[in-house]
Each structure stands twice: as structure tokens, then as C-alpha cells.
């Protein structure tokens, strides 16, 4: 029998000035998931106090790593798969465009598939926010998957459920934005691992400012290193 203090679900939460969102996720993520699970904020030392946010709340649940060195999205979430306890580990962006309400149903297909991605591309997905973040994002996944292969259609959508033992076999070079998924999804299909995509309607966040999306320059910048990854991964560079 598993131990009773290892939870079934942990769920990876990066952040960085996410005080307006964290509560609210945090509230989500517990009214959908029960109290059987562990929230882990990987947090890079936020400015506006996310991380003392999250730990005033004093739940058991809640579980919040300040980070001081190595910052960035792909350092924090690997930090926080290192110390997650679950049975199942999740990660999700936390500015609220990613719905709380669809991690269950991700949990349950781990039943049947080693990984389960949100995925904006699967059927009930959509990109709903700028207009060059879409191409952008529509352009990386189909260099992506000519490149790679055509066995994710989401390969950066950062919403991710993964069976723990996964990462026996697969990590990922904890850098960057969002290339690490890029990353962490091809060599799942090397490895031969059962992937599904679930579809989420990914949105434009309402509160807080987004970390890629203030100027033109900054989004086709990360697209720039997200092609830089896609051809090392390619290459067999990692």
C-alpha cells in the first residue's frame, strides 16, 4: 500500500510576479483536485512577494521553493519535479490561461498514457490570445513536427501530466522559456511512450504582466531559441 503522506497528484507551479493569479489557482486547484495532492510554487524570488503569498496561506498542501539562482520557466519547473512527491506530476503556467478544471480529467488518462498534454491543437483546443503570438506559436509546432516528428501537435504547449516514473528514463536541459518541452516531448516519442493530447482553449491572461508577450521583438526572440532547441534536439546534440 502507498504511504498515506505521499500524495497522488503534484502539480509544478513556476512563478514570477504572479500575486494577482497564485491565490486563485491555488483555491482552483484544490476545489478540483480534493486535498490529495501536493502544489509545489517554484518561485524565482518574485518582486512582489508570490512566493510569501502562497506560504501565508498555510496550507498543507502548498509546498514553495524560493529560488535565488538559475531563474527562468525551465530551471523552476525542473527544480520543483525534483522535490515532487506525487504519483503523477503536473505543470501549468499560472497566470490563469490554463484551466484548473481540465487537470483531473489529465490525471485519469495517466490510467491508460505516460504523458497527457494540453494541447491548443487537439480537438476542442484553441489559441485564443494575439494575433503574433498564434502565428508564432502555430509556426515553432509545425517546424516542430517537420523537423521532429508528427507525433505531438502541441510540442510547447507547457501544460503537461507525466506517470512520475517517466522521468526515470527522460529529463530535460532546464533552460529557456518554453523549449524545454520541446525537449522533454521528443525524446518521450524516442523512448516510445504512450502521449495524449487533450484540447484547452489556451487565453490571454487577465491580471499581471505577461514574461514574453510586452513587445514583437521579445516573442520571435524565444521563438528564435525555440528553433535553436528544436534543431539540437534534432541533431542529437542532447
Known amino acids: 500500500m502507498r504511504n498515506k503522506h505521499f500524495p497522488k497528484v503534484s502539480v509544478v507551479l513556476p512563478t514570477y510576479n504572479e500575486n494577482e493569479n497564485i491565490v486563485k489557482l491555488i483555491r482552483s486547484l484544490l476545489k478540483y483536485l480534493g486535498s490529495n495532492v501536493e502544489l509545489i510554487v517554484s518561485d524565482d524570488n518574485s518582486p512582489d512577494m508570490t512566493w510569501k503569498i ?4 498555510k496550507l498543507p498542501q502548498v509546498k514553495v ?5 538559475n531563474k527562468g520557466l525551465g530551471p523552476a519547473i525542473w527544480d520543483g519535479i525534483k522535490v515532487a512527491k506525487g504519483r503523477y506530476i503536473v505543470w501549468m503556467d499560472c497566470d490563469l490561461t490554463m484551466p484548473p478544471s481540465l487537470v483531473p480529467r489529465m490525471i485519469k488518462l495517466l490510467k491508460d498514457y505516460d504523458v497527457v498534454v494540453g494541447s491548443r491543437y487537439a480537438k476542442g483546443g484553441a489559441d485564443k490570445r494575439s494575433l503574433v503570438r498564434v502565428v508564432t506559436s502555430y509556426a515553432i509546432n509545425l517546424l516542430a513536427n517537420l523537423i521532429l516528428n508528427f507525433k505531438v501537435r502541441d510540442y510547447d504547449s507547457g501544460f503537461v501530466a507525466v506517470r512520475r516514473d517517466v522521468f526515470k528514463n527522460i529529463d530535460f536541459e532546464p533552460k529557456g522559456h518554453g523549449e524545454y518541452c520541446i ?8 523512448r516510445g511512450y504512450r502521449i495524449k493530447e487533450i484540447g484547452f482553449v489556451f487565453t490571454e491572461r487577465k491580471k499581471g504582466e505577461s514574461k514574453t508577450a510586452q513587445y514583437i521583438y521579445s516573442v520571435f526572440w524565444h521563438g528564435f531559441k525555440y528553433v535553436g532547441r528544436i534543431l539540437k534536439v534534432r541533431l542529437g546534440n542532447l
Open 65 to 69: 521553493i524560493r529560488r535565488f539562482k
Open 183 to 190: 525537449e522533454f516531448l521528443y525524446k518521450c516519442t524516442k
Open 54 to 57: 502562497a506560504q501565508d496561506l
